[in-house]
């Protein structure tokens, strides 16, 4: 928890804030000091911090939050080694390998994340990157989901090149996610298989071919404040497009373990005002170990972010659609929908 501030402190964050969010605003790009001030300064007080996030906020979304729904359509049996995740080579955690779900099962799940309210339909895949037969056959998957359903589609699976990501373009996907889950200096802390300009090609590469970048972080993995700030940047600079602020949930099993120190639900706040603030108009998640880290503040993260994750994560639960309804409506926001755009 941040240590309460003094009068002069509080003084100084009241030209601090509304300056922040004009500058925002304004489209300009925030200071790393800026960024540090947020997430590390006493001087700064929570509600404060989420009302100039807020406007920021308001500007690019109103009031509306866009609910994601992922469908975990293969699992386990990566060969990479990320320690964070419970799918990879070097995990010890009893999950349940599955190879691609069938059409049907991807599709089915396409109507009724659409039916559901969702904006956005997110389809995940394990291992490194999808051979060419395989890239094909999701292809057309996606044409066929975009035919069928009014929703929104993101795929994730693994590295791309500019001729996958053409291929997939042309079939009408909307989004390509591959998050960065850090900052480059920590990277080859959580992962050996692979490097950290592995994952900003491959974002490289499908944002040259017309996709729109989804890419975000896992907070609570030992980084440092300044590590954050620099990611919330290079995302900024990478135009993401949409940005799932993760906070990390240990699955026993896995070769990262358990985090000491934690994250408590204000830093959680903080950091997702950092997001906000460093990328004004994408769209910000609240997103995995949200209900585990932002407790009885939950409700608080709508007002830097526009975004929320239904139904569960790969290998991690989540709230159930009618759970985030309520949680929405509850805070005085409204769910969009596509056809509403």
Not at 149 to 164: T, Y
């Amino acid at each position: 928890m941040i240590p309460s501030s003094s009068p002069n402190a509080t003084a100084a964050a009241d030209l601090f804030l509304p300056s922040l969010a004009e500058q925002a605003l304004a489209g300009g790009d925030l200071a790393p000091r800026d960024g540090l001030r947020i997430l590390t300064d006493p001087g700064i007080p929570l509600l404060p911090l989420l009302h100039a996030a807020f406007r920021v906020r308001e500007r690019h979304f109103g009031r509306g939050v866009r609910v994601h729904v992922l469908l975990n359509a293969q699992n386990g049996a990566c060969p990479e080694d990320c320690h964070y995740c419970a799918q990879s080579a070097a995990s010890q955690a009893p999950i349940v390998e599955y190879p691609l779900k069938s059409d049907a099962e991807i599709l089915d799940g396409a109507r009724r994340a659409h039916e559901s309210g969702a904006w956005r339909y997110c389809v995940v895949l394990s291992g490194r990157e999808p051979p060419r037969a395989r890239l094909d056959h999701l292809a057309r998957v996606v044409t066929m989901i975009k035919e069928r359903h009014p929703v929104e589609v993101c795929l994730s699976a693994g590295f791309l090149d500019r001729e996958g990501a053409r291929r997939l373009k042309a079939a009408g996907l909307d989004r390509y996610n591959h998050n960065l889950n850090t900052a480059a200096g920590r990277y080859q802390k959580i992962c050996s298989t692979h490097g950290y300009a592995d994952r900003v090609a491959t974002l490289e590469a499908a944002r040259a071919e017309g996709l729109e970048v989804c890419s975000g972080i896992i907070a609570g993995m030992g980084e440092t404040p300044e590590e954050l700030v620099e990611a919330a940047l290079t995302l900024r600079r990478l135009n993401a497009r949409s940005i799932p602020v993760n906070f990390y949930v240990h699955v026993p099993g896995n070769r990262l373990g358990a985090v000491e120190g934690g994250l408590s639900p204000e830093f959680c706040l903080r950091l997702l005002c950092l997001f906000r603030f460093a990328n004004p108009d994408a769209e910000v998640r609240a997103a995995g170990g949200r209900e585990v880290h932002l407790r009885s503040l939950e409700p608080l993260a709508l007002y830097p972010a526009n975004s929320l994750f239904a139904g569960g994560y790969l290998n991690v639960g989540g709230d159930p659609m009618v759970q985030v309804r309520a949680l929405v409506a509850d805070a005085g926001f409204f769910i969009e929908r596509v056809e509403e755009e």
